[in-house]
């Protein structure tokens, strides 16, 4: 199973990607975790990404397929993975194509969802600056003491969640990303699910979408 998740921020890939990795024993791969990580750590990648994500931009390909190049080579990508933001252009989508060679993905799910809906979830959004874990006001609200449930750690907004800077993600991504639907369509491999659904309807659409490539 080598799936493809494509979707502007706050479409809901990350959730139903970490479900699907759990439910398969696969592991999800997100170049966001990974950039946050390396800002997190102050490594010198980190410091590089740091300004680019938070102005709402896009890390430059050659550090991102860098990333993914190193990760395809642990033992846990061997029965299969879920590419969860990645690929982002239609350079990183050929190099990605040029990588996998005789096991190309299999699918590549394209979330669809309006984008009021997607300002309205990520400037909702809130996360532990500890451990990762994910709030969200509207739906999951943190503790009243904005203190995470998991590690106690403070929990906080992005700035790369707040509306200005998600207002210009969306920008970004259609100008550099949405033209990925016609490189994959073109593949034979693209299917749209509603991501604007409940989060068990999505699971059951992606689920239909697997069984029907997996023949």
């Known amino acids: 199973m080598q799936l493809i998740f494509l979707g ?24 966001g975790d990974i950039l946050r990580k390396a800002v997190q750590d102050g490594t010198e990648l980190g410091k590089i990404a740091r300004s680019v994500m938070e102005s ?22 061997s029965k299969g993975y879920i590419l969860d933001g990645f690929p982002r252009t239609i350079e990183q989508a050929e190099s990605l194509d040029g990588m996998l060679g ?23 959004r809130r996360v532990c600056a ?11 609200p943190p503790p009243a003491d904005n203190f995470c449930d998991k590690c106690h750690g403070p929990v906080i907004q992005r700035d790369d969640d707040r509306e200005v800077t998600v207002k210009n993600r969306l920008r970004v991504y259609e ?12 593949q034979g491999k693209l299917f749209f699910i509603d991501g604007s659904q409940s989060v068990d309807k999505v699971r059951q659409d992606i689920d239909k979408v697997i069984t029907a490539t997996s023949v």
Do not use: W
Not at 10 to 18: D, R
Not at 59 to 77: A, G
Not at 130 to 140: A, E, Q, R, S
């Open 56 to 77: 709402g931009g896009l890390v430059s390909d050659e550090i991102i397929i860098q990333l993914i190049r190193e990760r395809f080579t642990q033992q846990d990508c």
């Open 102 to 124: 005789s096991r190309p993905v299999s699918a590549v799910i394209y979330f669809d969802v309006p984008e009021k809906v997607i300002v309205e979830r990520l400037t909702s």
């Open 130 to 140: 500890h451990c990762g874990n994910v709030y969200n006001v509207m739906t999951n």
């Open 175 to 186: 100008e550099k990303t949405a033209p990925l639907k016609r490189y994959y369509e073109k």
């Open 8 to 31: 502007a921020p706050g479409t809901g890939k990350g959730t139903q990607a970490s479900n699907l990795a759990e439910r398969h024993g696969i592991p999800q791969i997100s170049t």
